[in-house]
């Protein structure tokens, strides 16, 4: 069982007819995502890798009951096609898009708090839950193994090493998901690590975070109350302190944000943090025997 | 991007919020004249780091001759790495409150936060933290004269100023929207002959939204290294090792360094070459990485969307194209995505190629003749590690 996207998930690609999108989308249909429709205004008619392309997510929805959708239109334009996909019902919305702005990104999460949409991302990789042959976004195929390892992160490749270094020492995964890189972004740490506690099938959870903001402290505060083990890895040991966001960065994160607060905060939460890349795979090991 | 304070100032006065009367300075000679214009000022370096006045970029001066001697000080002083090559000339204020005022964004509340403190000025982050208020904006209406008015009452202030207050935040929140800023910070927000002014003004606009402002005046705080990297479109930063770095995404990017420094290595940068499949910037920014002469250089791609033959035959070219590519150790690590044939044409071509991001790093290290590894191949025996 995966605790983001299934079986009965059916994607709707914003950006289909663009470069990313329509390789991605080519992708996707190979791992086996039920890809319906893409959406480019002005592309009606067309067909990417064999899919029928509309000009808007509402005539996607209609025709092919869409209930997903992967948004990959370049960061400025990406609000408008993400408010456009909440419009019209649709529940998952997974935003690839770089570079959204900050603003864009407060009012995407209104919109969708006022109509229960989940936001994934922007700026992530996306979703995979392996055993139900369901990815939307951008990761390479090859890396993911059903399993019951539930993975969390915030950045991209690195997600992709350390899922790749599961699948190779046998650990397959439930399911996987990118919160993106941005400051603002609609799942967070603690929304996925609620999903896992209650996913019969995710026995353990990786939580891959990085420095700066307080996302892994927030974590850490769940995480206490968890009754499956968590495993968690951070990179920007060695970073030298970020450049400061005025007085009031200062006055938000009190202290919090570095490496250390991160670590202290998650092992104190009871998760293991592990020092190398390479250690996660060992660890998540020895917490399925346990 | 962040503004210089006479442009954050300029955007204030736009906005309708009081400042204090000022002009923008490039000589010494254009200091005294503003003195004589304005009667006693306070020049101030015009850098985009934090902390100039305890590091000496800002003196009072009452006099034209004192505002010419200062500014002749300031103007091209090195403030934190930075070069001084404006001072703007302020008339003298009598303070009798700072106030602390900054609009920003809650990650976790996704949405913007007014900040509040009645203990403003530069020991604002020893501030106790019920001492200061934090208000939540929501997104769809924004700041309302009322919501500023109540933060104004809770730390403190008497009617009239809590009147002049939310007036001053709620024009400062229109700017913050309709500039795409991450951050307006005012401190202190200074109280004067009982009104308020903003006497120090912070703005930070999105980088991310910088397509929408093409009006605005552009700032870069960035190295020449770093403006010459990011005119690439990577992510760059500088820093003191000797190791030069580049791998694809930001984690993996710190991850590397991470592991880098584990085994007793410096790294010289984080350049992130992006999780893209243009092979073409990444050459571009490797052979940047080359020409400063590191002692070493390491390469982390994680192929998903990026071939490793691609990125192998970048490689090679750069290292048969640079000169002083031959001399710099270059030692790469490639999985994903066509990797055999990757490390085929890095093999061909003498270049160490890796499987493991462990080995690659142990490998660099070594090379570059530092940590653990590195004591041991000053004496000669490093093949015995690199067996492991």
Redesign the interface.
Known sequence: MSVLGDEKTRVVVTGATGRQGS?HLGQMLEFGTRVVAGVTPGRQGQEVSGVPVYDTVETAVEKHGANAAVVFVP??LAKDSVMECIDAGVPLVVVISE?????????I??FA?ERGTTIVGPNT?GLCAPSARCKIG???N??FQSGPVGVV?????????LV?SLTDAGLGQTTVVGMG?D???GL?FIDMLKRFERDPETEVVVL?G??G???EE?AAEYIKGMSKPVIA?L??????PG??????????E?GRGTFESKVSALTAGGAKVA????EVAPLVKGALKA | MKLYEYMAKGVLAESGVPIPRGRLCRTPEEAAAACRDLGPVAVKAQVLVGGRGKAGGIKVADTPQAAEAAARQILGMDLKGYTVGSVYCEQKLSISQEIYLSLTFDPSAKRPMLIASASGGMAIEEVPEKAIIKRGIPVAWGLQPYMAYQVARRIGLGATLAREFSDIATKLYRAFVRLDAELVEINPLAVVDGHIMAADARLNVDDDAMARHGDLPKTDEATPLEAKVRALGLAFVQLDGDIAVMANGAGITMATLDVMQHYGGKPMNFLDAGGGSATGPTAEALAILVSTRPKAVLVNIFGGITRCDDVARAIVQVRQNQPAAKDVPLVVRLVGTNEAEGHAILRGAGIDAFRSMQQAAERVVALAGEGLAGAEAARGDTEGDLAG
Not at chain 1, 99 to 107: E, G, I, Q, R, Y
Not at chain 1, 153 to 161: F, I, Q, V
């Open positions: 390789f960061g400025t570079h959204v702005p900050l603003h864009d990104a407060m009012v999460n209104a708090a990789y951008i990761p390479p090859s890396i992160a915030r950045s991209g490749t690195l997600s992709y090493e790749g890189g400051r603002v972004a967070n891959i990085e420095i903001g307080t996302a927030e890895y990179a920007g040991k060695s970073a030298p450049k400061r966001m005025g007085h009031a960065g200062a006055i938000i009190r020092q190398l890349p390479w």
